[in-house]
């Protein structure tokens, strides 16, 4: 793991070092991440992504749902007839989040994710069986939507490859992403506020 000092970080997070402070006060398990040496602490640069303000706020929101959300999750679960329950059953591969560096309408949020799923189909869609689920959302830091999905890539093979298309597809935006882990409550906050319009949709090869 490589570190930074608190100058460095400082530097490379773009806040102050109170902020950094009251950042790993609040987060003691990632403060467990950091070192001393030489009497001086280090940070890993691995954490430099929770200061940026946009992916901390839906990380933390991630977070909060996963800790308050039990009994929702306990409901949701409890509907077989509910889509919560119907896509949590289903397998899926990575949970996404796109930060679009343009401002975005729904619309046009809409259009970026077909056109991200046609994109992987007409270059992997022989090869694997590829399904898409995402929801629209407005920042909360600045006008304009943003994406959460998730994808299904059957062939684990691929994994790799299908990953680095998606953030060359989104190349000028902001990608974060992880392995999906049905246990987390990445599906139910998706779906928390309920889905209409041009917010969700749920993309499948017709032809599989």
């Known amino acids: 793991m490589v570190y930074e000092n608190i100058t460095e970080f400082k530097r490379s997070t773009k806040v102050s070092k109170s902020k950094i402070y009251r950042f790993y006060k609040k987060n003691e398990e990632l403060f467990a991440e950091t070192k001393l040496k030489n009497g001086k602490r280090l940070f ?8 940026d303000s946009e992916v901390m706020f839906d990380e933390n929101k991630i977070l909060r749902q996963e800790n308050h959300s039990m009994r929702n999750l306990i409901d949701c679960l409890s509907d077989k007839k509910s889509l919560a329950h119907s896509l949590w059953e289903k397998e899926w591969s990575f949970f996404f989040t796109v930060a679009y560096k343009l401002e975005r309408k729904k619309a046009s949020c809409f259009k ?3 056109g991200l799923y046609d994109f992987l189909l007409e270059k992997h869609g022989n090869s694997t069986e590829l399904r898409l689920f995402f929801t629209t959302e407005p920042f909360t830091n600045r006008t304009g939507y943003h994406n959460h999905f998730v ?3 059957e062939n684990k093979r691929l994994y790799e490859q299908i990953t680095d298309d998606i953030r060359d597809y989104f190349h000028y935006d902001r990608i974060d992403f992880s392995v999906y882990d049905r246990y987390k409550a990445g599906l139910f906050y998706m779906t928390k506020e309920g889905l209409s319009g041009e917010d969700w949709d ?3 090869d017709s032809n599989k």
Do not use: A, E, S, T
């Open 44 to 51: 890993p640069i691995g954490h430099i992504r929770y200061f």
């Open 112 to 114: 970026q994710m077909h």
């Open 151 to 153: 994808i299904h890539i």
């Open 202 to 204: 749920i993309l499948i």
